[in-house]
């Protein structure tokens, strides 16, 4: 598929800030695809505890996001891509054999509660609290740092509803089967209303807009 000529944009002395969380891959693709290179992209992760901070602290100049924000200080683009539903388990899970699971299989299992500061009608999306079949998940277990995450899942027969881009950085001893019955989540690009995109900015989200349009 052609991508879209890049839009002009005066060049800039530091690469655009790009915040992301657990895994870069998500975002590495979108920078590929609508032809950045990858020294014109500085990636910060952020915490997903408090997902915001460094956007609010002006540590980043945008960040990935996924499903729709209502923050009142920050504004999201239009999807620039989209992310499959998985589920991350230990390797000695039951469901870590398969080549795909069902949502209505997870709710067999005790899940994650929402972390921090992050927003609880995201964390709705990403876990739900019911399946479409109405089994409740039962979101039971701290969610604080990916390591944390894991170690739960390796002692236990917890599981982490999640997204298909973490599989290239999860430990060995953790599985990501993908979910058929989930729709992949939307994924945006988000920034602070009250401080306007640089142009260099402006046209990382232009190109990666119409990226989607092609």
Do not use: N
Request: hydrophobic content about 45%.
């Amino acid at each position: 598929m052609t991508r879209p000529l890049r839009a002009a944009a005066p060049e800039t002395t530091r690469p655009i800030r790009f915040g992301v969380h657990g895994s870069s891959r998500l975002a590495e693709r979108i920078v590929t695809a609508i032809g950045y290179g990858r020294e014109e992209i500085e990636f910060v992760p952020y915490d997903v505890m408090e997902p915001f901070r460094p956007l609010r602290d002006g540590r980043m100049d945008l960040m990935i996001v996924k499903y729709g924000l209502l923050e009142p200080d920050i504004v999201s683009s239009r999807p620039v891509a989209f992310d499959g539903r998985a589920v991350l388990v230990s390797a000695s899970h039951p469901l870590a054999r398969r080549d795909t699971v069902s949502v209505e299989d997870v709710a067999a299992y005790d899940a994650f509660t929402c972390p921090g500061d992050f927003p609880p009608y995201v964390w709705d999306k990403v876990v739900p609290p019911t399946t479409p079949g109405g089994l409740p998940i039962r979101r039971v277990h701290p969610m604080t740092t990916l390591q944390a995450m894991a170690a739960i899942l390796t002692r236990t027969d917890a599981v982490h509803l999640s997204f298909q881009s973490l599989d290239m950085v999860v430990p060995p001893e953790i599985r990501v089967v993908p979910v058929h019955d989930l729709p992949a989540a939307p994924v945006s690009l988000a920034w602070l209303r009250d401080r306007r995109p640089s142009p260099g900015v402006a046209a990382f989200i232009f190109d990666a807009e119409r990226g989607m349009e092609l």
